[in-house]
């Protein structure tokens, strides 16, 4: 079982859609939980981070955490075009950061 | 403020040379991260530097990998000898110092693409 897994997709959703991705990780004790987004060919940005079950919003991102299914979402509202990225799910435990393999998403016009 | 700075950005070897990656963090930043980053696949950590200590480098392959961050700033990781398989992107990152079990932002340099022919 892999520690951090993503559907690879590909994700597609019309242009002011929501997108829906998701992940779940396998260590019960892991602590902190965060959203890249990675254009090809560049390096991974964050975009979004969260640390107790919920929902947290920032702008047309939400993450939500449930750490009794082990499971992290992120929903973009009102997909953009500019969007169209790889989404990386990552999970931290002591500082220590695993990647899933990510999702691609296309958002089209 | 100056981002995470790697070089090279591209590097071609043939299998069995020797290469090396250099990476300067962002200015203040006491943590640098090597990870490997294989197409189609998320960021794997090789090693964590916390100022000039390597604090992490279980997934490092010691037999042929090596790193060095000798004053607390820039890091080089080098490969010795290159195989086939170790065509991937190289990519830096850097974070605040870290404690008490909390986590402050890693940022990524833009990464060195390695092809070993």
């Known amino acids: 079982q892999k520690e951090v897994e993503q559907n690879s997709g590909p994700l597609?959703?019309?242009?002011?859609?929501?997108?829906?991705?998701n992940c779940t990780y396998s260590d019960r004790g892991s602590q902190s939980f965060f959203w890249y987004r990675q254009y090809s060919g560049k390096s991974?940005?964050?975009?979004m981070f969260i640390y107790s079950n919920g929902d947290k919003e920032d702008g047309r991102f939400t993450?939500?955490?449930?750490?009794?299914?082990?499971?992290?979402?992120?929903?973009?509202?009102?997909?953009?075009?500019s969007d169209s990225a790889?989404?990386?799910?990552?999970?931290?435990?002591?500082?220590?950061?695993?990647?899933?393999?990510?999702?691609?998403?296309?958002v089209k016009p | 403020e100056a981002g995470v700075v790697q070089s090279p950005r591209y590097k071609i070897i043939e299998k069995k040379q020797p290469?090396?990656?250099?990476?300067?963090?962002?200015?203040?930043?006491n943590?640098?991260?090597?990870?490997?980053?294989?197409?189609?696949?998320?960021?794997e950590l090789l090693i964590r530097y916390e100022n000039e200590e390597a604090v992490d480098d279980s997934q490092l392959p010691k037999d042929r990998f090596s790193a060095e961050?000798?004053?607390?700033?820039?890091?080089t990781l080098k490969i010795q000898p290159a195989e086939l398989g170790d065509s991937a992107v190289y990519l830096c990152a850097s974070s605040r110092q870290t404690s008490g079990g909390g986590w402050n932002e890693q940022f990524f340099g833009p990464g060195t693409r390695l092809t070993v022919l």
């Open chain 2, 69 to 75: 961050r000798l004053k607390g700033v820039d890091s």
């Open chain 1, 44 to 47: 991974p940005e964050l975009i």
């Open chain 1, 12 to 21: 597609s959703v019309p242009e002011g859609a929501i997108a829906s991705l």
């Open chain 2, 19 to 29: 290469v090396a990656f250099w990476c300067n963090p962002i200015s203040g930043h």
């Open chain 1, 86 to 106: 790889t989404y990386l799910c990552a999970v931290s435990k002591n500082n220590d950061m695993r990647f899933g393999a990510g999702t691609r998403l296309t």
């Open chain 2, 31 to 43: 943590t640098l991260y090597w990870y490997l980053q294989n197409l189609g696949q998320g960021p």
């Open chain 1, 63 to 81: 993450a939500q955490l449930n750490k009794a299914s082990q499971y992290v979402s992120l929903l973009i509202r009102d997909s953009q075009p």
